[in-house]
């Protein structure tokens, strides 16, 4: 390459490379930054299983951390309310927490009948919160209860809980997006792998049967039906994600489009023109003092 050109050239590789870069952070602008908070959380909220049947113990397990030392934080846990407004898991107590986490476990109970005691077969959630002062935090934790044992069914969960299960990063988990691949490039939630709905019954094999399996739609209707299809070829532990990525995004969950290339970017084909004029008017200039 002529020498005298190098200077041009470096100008465009800057002003093509400042563009794309400006235009993937124009394409990740819809991923919010994630915020530091220092106060109290909940880690994790979790039990032994995810589906019960009557007379079976639960236990029922919370981790909540803390920046520091605090006396007679308020922990309740509550769920599993029958038709009769009995809580069937209830669970109230003043501690004081240690700088780091701190680990909550207890065990109930579920009555030995469950249609007489008004609990019906499905989905049922158990719900956490920390007080201390005036600041409260909060989870919750989804669990089916079957009328029958060896009964399989999707565990609906909210996507409080669907993040705070992806953010583990546990192995054991699969993230499943069943939207149309358009939709997925379009935005999605990290890690998530894509088989379209219209797909799936091919593509089940390709799925750990013996792993979580976390499936969200655009609303949660797909995923429903996505779920009975898992189950149906031998997953055990399905969770279908309420509302979706719709009620994910409204919650301020980030997202992230499909991987884009630097000439997909709106408008490179300009700035590559930009680039390229450059190029000959500086060819021009020197054909002239040639001259």
């Known amino acids: 390459m002529n020498h005298k050109l190098f200077p041009v050239v470096i100008a465009v590789i800057v002003l093509l490379s400042a563009f794309a870069s400006a235009g993937m952070q124009n394409a990740f602008a819809s991923t919010p930054p994630a915020s530091a908070d220092d106060g109290i959380k909940i880690v994790s909220f979790s039990t032994d299983k995810d589906i019960y049947t009557a007379r079976e113990e639960m236990n029922i397990f919370l981790s909540v951390y803390s920046p520091e030392n605090i006396s007679n934080a308020l922990i309740k846990v509550s769920g599993v309310k029958s038709t009769k407004g009995v809580y069937y898991v209830s669970y109230s107590s003043k501690q004081n927490l240690t700088a780091g986490k701190n680990n909550v476990t207890f065990t109930k109970k579920l009555p030995s009948c469950s249609r007489c ?45 669907a993040k705070r299960l992806i953010d583990s990063e546990s192995e054991d988990l699969i993230l499943l997006d069943v939207r149309t691949e358009e939709e997925y490039d379009s935005g999605h939630i990290e890690g998530a792998l894509s088989i379209p709905l219209s797909e799936l019954s091919n593509k089940t094999e390709e799925l750990n049967t ?46 992230v489009p499909a991987t884009t290339s630097p000439f997909e970017v709106p408008g490179f084909e300009v700035a590559f023109a930009i680039a390229a004029l450059l190029v000959v008017a500086y060819r021009v200039r020197r054909r002239r003092l040639d001259e």
């Open 117 to 161: 005691a008004g609990i019906s077969q499905g989905t049922y959630v158990i719900g956490a919160s920390v007080t201390y002062d005036d600041e409260v935090v909060t989870a919750t934790h989804s669990i089916a209860i079957m009328s029958e044992p060896n009964q399989i069914i999707p565990v609906d969960i909210a996507v409080e809980e």
């Open 210 to 255: 013996s792993k979580k399996i976390v499936v969200y739609s655009a609303n949660g209707s797909n995923s429903t039906i996505a779920c009975d299809m898992l189950i149906k070829n031998g997953s055990e532990r399905v969770y279908n994600v309420l509302g979706g990525i719709n009620i994910w995004e409204e919650c301020g969950y980030p997202v």
